[in-house]
């Protein structure tokens, strides 16, 4: 079985400032997919970036860029020159590969605040 | 294009009733999928439909859910009878491919049973 674990349920950043946010997962696979969406208040969750495990380079885009760990786990995503409309619900996700059929486990989430 | 559209945004229902929600997929897109956050938790898949047919509904929690999706296109979702631990943000998804990348979200409905 795969779990997704996002430990900060909340989070401050001043607009302008960077913010990392942490994911860490446990899993038997070997090839997957690990994904963060974002969730602004009362809108549809939309992705922001997606990582494939077999790729050692971290995926960026944007501002936005992620630490993948293979070994470790983990799967940070960090937000750069933070805006007011980054301000929502961040998700963790893993996906295994090949993925058709195949359904997300999400972490529980981080609200993400960015502050004027 | 228009979106993923989940009916009712908002829903609130009292212990033992029943609620039915509603998705509205992206027109043409074969596979349609329920998720359900409780509160402060992880989302959890709920299930997978490919057209009409139920691929995957390992995530559905009990026989009180029944998914349908007639002729392949939106989807029900009925609780019944509803209890408190069913309250949460139940989000439809759809794809044109049954892959993760192609995944489009709803906004969401979040029930509360009191």
């Known amino acids: 079985a795969q779990t997704v674990t996002q430990s900060q349920p909340e989070m401050s950043v001043q607009e302008a400032e960077t913010v990392t946010l942490s994911c860490t997962y446990d899993?038997?696979?070997?090839?997957?997919?690990l994904f963060w969406y974002k969730q602004p208040p009362s809108r549809q969750m939309i992705l922001v970036i997606r990582?494939?495990?077999?790729?050692?380079q971290n995926a960026t885009e944007n501002r936005f860029s992620v630490n993948f760990q293979k070994a470790a786990k983990s799967f940070s995503l960090k937000i750069s020159d933070s805006q007011l409309g980054d301000t929502a619900m961040y998700f963790c996700?893993?996906?295994?590969?090949?993925?058709?059929?195949?359904?997300?486990?999400f972490g529980s989430g981080t609200k993400l605040n960015v502050k004027p | 294009e228009a979106g993923v559209t989940q009916f009712p945004s908002h829903s609130v229902i009292e212990k033992g009733q029943t609620v039915t929600l509603r998705c509205d997929p992206i027109?043409?897109?074969?596979?349609l999928y329920w998720y359900r956050r409780v509160m402060g938790k992880e989302i959890k898949f709920l299930l997978h439909?490919?057209?009409?047919?139920?691929?995957?509904e390992s995530g559905m929690p009990n026989n009180r859910f029944l998914a349908e999706r007639t002729g392949g296109t939106y989807s029900t979702l009925k609780v019944q009878p509803a209890e408190l631990e069913d309250s949460g943000v139940y989000f439809c998804?759809?794809?044109?491919?049954?892959?993760?990348?192609?995944?489009?979200f709803g906004s969401g409905t979040r029930l509360t049973v009191v």
């Open positions: 996700a893993f996906m295994k590969l090949p993925y058709n059929f195949n359904k997300f486990y």
């Open positions: 998804a759809s794809s044109w491919r049954a892959t993760g990348l192609g995944y489009t």
């Open positions: 027109s043409g897109h074969d596979n």
């Open positions: 439909f490919v057209k009409e047919s139920k691929q995957d």
């Open positions: 899993t038997s696979e070997n090839n997957y997919y």
């Open positions: 990582q494939e495990a077999y790729k050692q």
